[in-house]
């Protein structure tokens, strides 16, 4: 299917019932589906606009097929299985829409399907293992380590030592545990781990969880990962929202076919990758992702000037009525926020910053993407800890004003409370969070709320629950919302 320009969105015949269009499917021009190479755990929006956009236009592309695994929900599978694994790729400036066909996908299961991943691991032929399943796929305790009190790690646990052909296995790191016995077994050779969440030295934590569960089900196997084993690390960065109605129109529209799941994105897209990759890899560098030596310095980047200041419009700007992002950085109040966050995150980067600023804002005016604050706010239990926290601390140890984390963790905890009820708040430990966040809203005095700021603060960072002059700070930033909001709305 050509690559075709759309600056503006109408037709001289409107359609009306776009699911009765012919289905989308492989483009005939891509050949035969590539043989699978690589296996990708948690096949959403994300992966299908950026490790997959970059596979796709490796110029080995045809030698390196993906198979692809869900997450928990089986949305993603009911939607490209009769697509044969294809989608639209919706690329949005503010002058129009870039429409592409990925067609990397050469095989797509249900995450649950551990026979399969068993027999992928297997084969000798497939050499990396890419995963986007989120902070909380970790599993991590508070400490970094495996979370072995979450029922679903235990379970996987006990079921695995009981039988290494265990099926149904849930928890990503207990996952990647089955996968790699049964390449053990098999003689599969060497293999790459390369996660692509946003987490600082994702490599590093997401090894650090599977040996663990490696240690609770069968020690033996710890040596040969050791031998066998590339744990890779990786900087993401593309801006994708969720797919709504409005982009199968445009396929519809534009295409003349049904696509059940397009993704939306933006033009901007980075990945900068560190790994060995001793069975081999794509020529992603071709495509204009960065082969560096440590990628610590992008992370850093990406994570407190992107993220974190995607997070604290995600808990601040739904206070006053805002709902994209575009939406949110059109109030000058909402800027001058972003700014002040800027300004202390940029103070702890070793590299460029200014222009970096420019582009971030410039991203998030785009009106083609709408990014839904609400999005952005899932799982931020995990997210604040990585995207928000670590600057805390710095500016903590330095005497520097804390005014702008203190800021996103107030609005984190009024955003909890006010939005408690409302189905899109997903947190993977919703319940304790709004639990925590209620203790510090509803408290009758001074007192019991510094105790239950106190606790917010133990279960994002002990070390931040240590500072006396944070809490303070968190408590004045949750009057000067309520004020400010108030006077808004």
């Not at 003349?256 to 992603?284: C, L, M, N």
């Amino acid at each position: 299917m050509a690559h075709q320009e759309n600056t503006e969105i109408t037709e001289n015949t409107e359609i009306t019932d776009i699911t009765a269009l012919p289905r989308l499917s492989r483009p005939a021009d891509a050949g035969q589906p590539a043989p699978v190479r690589i296996i990708h755990l948690g096949i959403g929006n994300f992966a299908r606009a950026h490790q997959l956009w970059y596979t796709q236009h490796a110029p080995d592309a045809q030698q390196w097929g993906v198979a692809a695994f869900t997450g928990r929900s089986r949305r993603q599978l009911e939607a490209l299985e009769p697509q044969q694994g294809a989608y639209t790729l919706i690329s949005s400036d503010p002058q129009g829409d870039s429409l592409e066909t990925i067609s990397v996908i050469s095989q797509l299961y249900s995450g649950l399907d551990t026979a399969a991943l068993r027999r992928l691991f297997a084969n000798p032929e497939v050499a990396i293992v890419t995963s986007t399943v989120t902070e909380a796929g970790y599993c991590q305790n508070s400490q970094g380590s495996l979370d072995k009190d979450n029922p679903e790690v235990r379970e996987d646990i006990a079921q695995l030592k009981a039988n290494p052909e265990a099926d149904g296995i849930r928890s990503v790191p207990l996952r990647m545990v089955a996968g790699l016995l049964a390449r053990r077994e098999a003689h599969a050779g060497p293999i790459t781990v390369l996660p692509c969440d946003n987490l600082e030295h994702n490599g590093l934590l997401f090894r650090r969880v599977v040996e663990e569960g490696i240690e609770a089900v069968d020690p033996s196997l710890l040596e040969w990962c050791y031998e066998n084993v590339d744990w890779a690390t990786s900087m993401v960065d593309r801006i994708t929202p969720f797919t709504t109605d409005e982009d199968r129109r445009i396929v519809a529209q534009q295409e003349g076919v049904y696509d059940a799941s397009p993704v939306r994105t933006e033009p901007f897209r980075e990945w900068v990758i560190a790994g060995a990759f001793p069975a081999g890899r794509p020529g992603w560098d071709k495509a204009g992702a960065l082969i560096v030596p440590d990628v610590s310095a992008y992370e850093h980047r990406k994570l407190w000037m992107l993220n974190g200041a995607h997070s604290t419009l995600a808990y601040v700007a739904p206070l006053f009525g805002h709902e994209c992002v575009d939406d949110a950085v059109a109030d000058p109040l909402m800027v001058r926020f972003i700014n002040e966050w800027w300004d202390l995150a940029g103070s702890y980067l070793s590299i460029e910053t200014k222009n970096y600023r420019d582009q971030l804002m410039e991203r998030f005016s785009n009106p083609r993407i709408k990014y839904a604050l609400m999005q952005i706010a899932i799982n931020g239990s995990v997210k604040l800890q990585v995207r928000i926290v670590p600057v805390a601390l710095k500016a903590l140890e330095d005497g520097v004003s804390i005014v702008a984390p203190a800021r996103a963790i107030a609005a984190w905890i009024t955003f909890l409370h006010r939005f408690a009820d409302d189905p899109r708040l997903q947190d993977a430990k919703k319940e304790q969070a709004v639990g925590l966040a209620r203790a510090v809203v509803e408290a009758q005095s001074q007192q019991e709320q510094e105790e239950a700021i106190g606790e917010v603060l133990a279960f994002l960072n002990p070390k931040l629950a240590s500072s006396q002059i944070f809490s303070v700070e968190v408590a004045h930033q949750l009057e000067v919302l309520t004020s400010l909001s108030a006077a808004h709305n």
